[in-house]
């Protein structure tokens, strides 16, 4: 879900030097090297370079969603992430050393981290600096990219409106020095419905200013324009599942922009239940994070009627890919579920909670046992971290119109760290 999976390990720059068409996946993530001793407080075991915040955010969000207190010193690590001005890299080797220049921050791990520690309701001497720092950092056009002061993209302008609304922040008051707010940001990345993908939300504008419907984008924007965060709740007035599926001429409105995005959502997973990612020299191949996060889009936006099918389709076939992913795909599982009133306890005949537990450090005894199960869908797989293939990112880079120099510069500039 969202650029939030740009903060997952992407060797880009070696990758588009030698090859635009990888013959296979690679694995979701490397694991540490056997000399690398990972932080006892973080979730996930392998490499944590590129998604260690984004992924310790998700899981604690998950367990406060699901009523778990999160054992207190993988709160600590998460907020030692922190820099003195407030904003967070995907991860730091070295919290006590202060960060530079060469601190590769981002406004996805910051946003990420804001939403968890909000919810988890810690000081607000540590959210409140990242929000400042958000808030510096925003567009002209009143939107985010991933890194401060890059293009405006879909995803990173969602995940930051999650975090402004966790914080009790006036999202509409949070303008850019041209006077644009974000929810005007994100109606500028809505495709008009007379063109193709009408309805859905771009990543970003290519290079002509052409929008191209991208359905991790659509699944972030619609949650961006509900105003709601990672861990959406179900509107509690549901939209007919015959409702129109794109409306509006020229400038949509807000209510527009997101009822139009799920309509799209829901006619990208009518058939087989599930989305696919596309990559150049291979096979198509089922995209469960992104089926994942719009389940909870759908939900959100009060189709949860429509969410079902693909929530099904998750409960039948997610489990191995969850199990290799790791915290943060077991955290959007946890989301689907929860957003449908699903039980993540007993999804597809795993519990997620558990699963997600033993991935990390277990919270206090009197909360939600984490104790090993005896399921073998709990058993299977190795535990890996980001939820979201690598190739899947270099697809949409070469698919789905981001720049390729986004990639590279993103991804070049954090192996400073």
Known sequence: MFVRRSA???AATAVIGTAFAPAAPADESPSASPSQALPT????????????????????LAQHTMDVKPAGKAVDWLTGQQCANGAFAAYRADPAAKCDAKTQI?????????????????????????????????????????????????????????????????VEGVRSKGGRTPYDALRGLSVPCDEDGGGA???????KGVLAANADATAAGVLGALGEGLAAVPDDEPVSPKAPTCAGKGS??????????????VGAVAKTGHLESSLPGAEDQPDYGNTADTVVALAAAGRTADARKPLAWLEKNAAAWAAKSGPAAYAQLIFAAHATGSSPSDFGGADLVKQLGRTGPAPAPSDYSAAP?????????????????????IGVGLVGGIGIGFLISGRTRKQQL
């Open 201 to 207: 939300f771009a990543f970003q504008p290519d290079k």
């Open 373 to 393: 199960s005896d399921s073998a869908d709990e058993q299977s797989g190795n535990e890996g971290d980001g939820g979201v293939s690598v190739w899947w990112i």
């Open 252 to 265: 949509v409105t807000l209510d527009e922009a997101a009822a139009n995005g799920a309509g799209y959502l």
């Open 8 to 10: 997952v390990v992407l």
């Open 106 to 170: 981002d406004t996805n791990s910051t946003a990420a981290a804001v939403q968890a520690l909000a919810e988890l309701e810690e000081d607000d001497a540590t959210t409140g600096p990242a929000v400042k720092w958000l808030k510096s950092v925003q567009n002209k056009d009143g939107g985010w990219g991933y890194l401060p002061g890059g293009a405006t993209d879909t995803n990173s302008t969602s995940v930051v409106i999650g975090a402004l609304e966790a914080t009790d922040t006036d």
């Open 41 to 60: 407080g973080l979730f996930g075991s392998t490499d944590p370079t590129y998604d260690g915040v984004w992924r310790q955010s998700l899981a604690l």
